[in-house]
């Protein structure tokens, strides 16, 4: 499967972009989806994740209450709503699909990763 992430961009502190992840080379629905970020000279870091059935989400600890996983089954396509944004989440952004069908917070989990899309909130 190919995962390509899009919808970065420069945006002010306080505003809001909305990610995607569209999937290609076949269907997605059965698995478990994440978000991942990455800043200079850090390590990537979970930051969303949604399982097979979207019932079932998980956040890093820094998003909560301001970032929003959704998927889209018959687009084939992972979203990421991000509100209220800081400068701390400037970061490449990467989606990923999960070995299974929950989604983790544990890179180890996944096996196809999308390009990246650069976030950069600026103060």
């Known amino acids: 499967v190919q995962l390509q992430a899009s919808g970065g961009g420069l945006v002010q502190a306080g505003g809001s972009l909305r990610l995607s992840c569209a999937a290609s080379?076949?269907?997605?629905?059965?698995?478990?989806m994440g978000w991942f970020r990455q800043a200079p000279g850090k390590e990537r870091r979970f930051v969303a994740a949604?399982?097979?059935?979207?019932?079932?989400?998980l956040y890093g600890d820094s998003v909560k209450g301001r970032f929003t996983i959704s998927r889209d089954y018959a687009k084939n396509t992972v979203f990421l709503q991000m509100n209220s944004l800081e400068p701390d989440d400037t970061a490449v952004y990467y989606c990923?699909?999960?070995?299974?069908?929950?989604?983790?917070?544990?890179?180890?989990?996944?096996?196809?990763w999308g390009q990246g899309t650069q976030v950069t909130v600026s103060s």
């Open positions: 949604i399982s097979w059935s979207g019932g079932r989400t």
């Open positions: 990923a699909a999960a070995r299974g069908p929950l989604g983790s917070d544990q890179r180890s989990q996944y096996n196809y």
């Open positions: 080379g076949r269907m997605i629905s059965n698995n478990g």
